[in-house]
């Protein structure tokens, strides 16, 4: 489905979807690559560029010996902060009728609004059409983004049954979500919730005149290339393009 509005000759021919890599370095004018295929079996493979395309809090942990070979890259993606999200994808066997792409869940004076709050009183922010571009007559998708700003929140991910306490918390105010769309609950076929949803990179000032964003965004070894919103610690999907589309210039120019 991915392909289908892409022009023939610029489709991912080599596309691993469900692969996840888990090691990077380099081997001699090459990048060697270890990742689990989707069936979990290790795998290699060797490229002549790499462009790592996910969050820099996960990459500074794959490549091999970064601290030591770029250390200035290294130390610029330890300053980079990111928000986690827990994300909830709820899929619906009926359309929704209701026309949005984000409904901001303010709701009323009770909203959290410092860390502290958040940690207290944490929940569903966001409500994205998930369905938004495609429109089934039959269906539909609920993205909910939950937020964890604060500075201890990753914990609440990792221990006292995080799954249960989450999904629990989750339903109620599942419901009142349907409530808002007009939804039944008989029509929700799925919950599929993401522990690690969908990080936030956190802007800070000063973080472009310091060179720290040139150290997060330039290659490594000029073999490995970055693109990611976090290359200007900027949740957006314009600069993630813009950068994508400076990257394969660059590497096609150079495969000749
Ligand atoms: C709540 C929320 C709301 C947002 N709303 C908007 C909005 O309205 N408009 C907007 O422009 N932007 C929005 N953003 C920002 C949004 O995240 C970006 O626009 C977009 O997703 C950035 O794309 P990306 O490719 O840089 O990163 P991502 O979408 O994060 O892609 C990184 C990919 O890397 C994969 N990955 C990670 N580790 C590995 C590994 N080891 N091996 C293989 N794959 C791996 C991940 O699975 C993921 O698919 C929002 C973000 C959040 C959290």
């Not at 990077?24 to 004018?29: K, W, Y």
């Not at 303010?106 to 709050?117: V, W």
């Not at 998930?130 to 007559?137: L, S």
Request: overall charge positive; charged content about 25%; glycine content about 4%.
């Amino acid at each position: 489905a991915l392909e289908r509005d892409v022009p023939r000759d610029q489709r991912p021919r080599y596309l691993r979807a469900g692969c996840r890599v888990v090691d990077v370095r380099l081997h001699g004018d090459r990048v060697w690559l270890t990742y689990f295929d989707r069936q979990g079996e290790v795998r290699f493979l060797l490229a002549r560029y790499v462009v790592m395309a996910n969050s820099k809090h996960v990459a500074k942990y794959m490549i091999h010996d970064l601290e030591r070979l770029d250390w200035d890259k290294f130390n610029a993606m330890h300053q980079l902060h990111t928000g986690a999200y827990v994300v909830a994808n709820v899929l619906l066997d009926r359309r929704v009728q209701r026309d949005f792409y984000d409904a901001f869940l303010i709701e009323d004076e009770t909203f959290p609004m410092t860390p502290g709050d958040f940690e207290l009183n944490s929940r569903v922010v966001d409500m994205v059409s998930g369905h938004y571009a495609a429109r089934p007559r039959s269906r539909g998708v609920l993205t909910l983004y939950w937020p964890l700003p604060w500075p201890s929140a990753r914990f609440t991910l990792l221990i006292n049954q995080p799954w249960q306490t989450y999904a629990q918390r989750l339903a109620p105010q599942l419901h009142h979500m349907l409530g808002i769309v007009d939804v039944p609950l008989s029509a929700v076929r799925q919950v599929r919730m993401t522990r690690w949803g969908h990080a936030m990179p956190l802007s800070q000032i000063g973080m472009i005149a310091n060179g720290v964003c040139d150290h997060l965004r330039r290659p490594f070894q000029d073999r490995v290339f970055f693109v990611n919103q976090d290359n200007w610690l900027l949740p957006a999907v314009e600069n993630s393009l813009l950068d994508a589309r400076t990257v394969a210039e660059e590497i096609a120019n150079r495969l000749g």
